[in-house]
């Protein structure tokens, strides 16, 4: 500020003494005599960095030991204004670091430390390999592991995020690592042996509910294969079939992991950014990338759930797929709907599970713009659904739903 002040007027600052702050003179010069702003340059380096980079570079700043966005520095009589708020800020991360994992959210003037318990980190959509950030600071390298959190906007780019591991969370690896050494070399034996094993279990695509999450397995063979998948599809249909026979506590166990869900994508920014299309029941990790489909149908069982029991526990999750739901169709344009955030072309499943959502949620909530937004979307499915044919269809099924939309007469 002094150096713009000297640009501007050619005179340098002078101390003005306190007795004198009343008498006549430039005001600007009195104010700036008692308050001082600065900011880091390193810091706003980062900041351009983070700005013009790619996504998947922004993370990694070139000045490492500099924040990335810049901080106002404020000082009165040449008191740090944000001293309270630093001592505080430290504190609160020597708590976290004995915790699971936690970031750090850059603030213009206050930063905040927002952190995660197990079931919370597990839940983040992250990516699959941890990195390592390296810092220097007085001349000392050292790494800390890493966690990359995934952020996916309704134009379907990605935004990440560093989640720094806490001491709990390294124990944690260590343990999985020591786990995984041992699984490997029995699987080194046994191949020795000469012998194969082939397991067929009795969970997959059954009502069998004993897994951590509430979520039903799906498929045996992807468990043997690649991963104890539970998909977000047939969780839906698990809600609708326990709610036809009675088992309400069990439909509730399912909608409680989704609500969870949602509530640990919106912790830092009040963010939720679809349901992904299969999470591993057993860990809670979401294994795919969010699925409009998939979302509405969770949407449409928290609904019926509602409808059943008259439980409105579920309400800020039904509100926040319809607000995101909302976005993707206007990302999309022409009132249909894209099979998830990232890929263009336009299937019939989603969008017939979008429309009924829109016209259930308006039915239910008393929002015009829904019906509004079934409107738009029907009108795209009598003009490119059945017109011109031009959807994708995933499957003979996708042909099936999606013209349980009733065609229009004449259509």
């Known amino acids: 500020m002094q150096i713009i002040h000297t640009l501007v007027t050619g005179q340098a ?6 007795q004198e702050l009343g008498a006549k003179g430039p005001l600007l010069q009195k104010i700036l005599s008692v308050v001082g702003v600065t900011a880091d340059a390193k810091e706003i380096i980062n ?3 983070k700005t013009f980079a790619k996504p998947e570079n922004a993370w990694e700043k070139p000045i490492m030991n500099a924040r990335s966005t810049p901080r106002l520095n404020l000082y009165i009589l040449g008191f740090p204004v944000r001293l309270p708020f630093e001592i505080k800020f430290v504190g609160e991360v020597l708590k976290a670091m004995d915790g699971h994992t936690y970031e750090v959210k850059e603030g213009f003037i206050i930063d905040k430390v927002i952190d995660y318990d197990k079931l919370e980190t597990r839940l983040l959509k992250k990516a699959p390999v941890g990195k390592f950030v390296h810092i220097s600071a007085t001349g000392v390298k050292f790494e800390v592991p890493v966690y990359l959190a995934i952020q996916q906007q309704p ?20 343990r999985e690592i020591e786990e995984d050494i041992k699984k490997y070399d029995r699987a080194v034996d046994l191949i020795k042996e000469g012998g194969v094993t082939k397991h067929e279990g009795l969970k997959g695509g059954t009502l069998e509910q004993n897994t951590p999450t509430g979520l039903l397995l799906t498929h045996d063979f992807e468990d043997d294969l690649f991963r104890p998948s539970g998909y977000t599809w047939t969780q839906s249909l698990a809600v609708r079939r326990f709610l036809a026979s009675g088992e309400t506590d069990r439909a509730k166990r399912i909608l409680d992991f989704y609500l969870k869900f949602m509530q640990v994508q919106g912790k830092r920014d009040k963010y939720f950014g679809g349901i992904p299309s299969c999470f591993d029941v057993y860990t809670s990790e979401p294994v795919e990338n969010p699925s409009i489909g998939g979302t509405a149908a969770i949407g449409l069982a928290a609904m019926a759930y509602e409808k059943k029991t008259n439980d409105k526990t579920y309400q800020p999750l039904v509100k926040a797929i319809a607000k995101w739901l909302l ?12 099979f998830s955030p990232e890929l263009k072309r336009q ?10 959502f829109f016209k259930n949620y308006a039915k239910v909530y008393g929002e015009n713009k829904f019906n509004d937004a079934a409107k738009d979307n029907r009108a795209w499915v009598v003009t ?14 996708t042909l099936i739903i999606s013209r349980s939309i009733p065609k229009p007469a004449g259509s």
């Open 13 to 18: 600052f002078y101390g003005i003494p306190v």
């Open 47 to 49: 900041y351009f960095h």
């Open 155 to 174: 134009d379907g780019k990605k935004q990440y995020r560093v989640i720094l591991l806490g001491r709990q969370a390294l124990r944690e690896r260590q």
């Open 327 to 338: 976005d993707m169709q206007k990302a999309s344009q022409g009132g249909a709907v894209k």
């Open 347 to 356: 299937y019939g499943e989603p969008n017939a599970l979008v429309n009924a």
């Open 384 to 397: 490119k659904l059945w017109i011109t044919q031009q959807v994708y269809y995933a499957t003979r099924m």
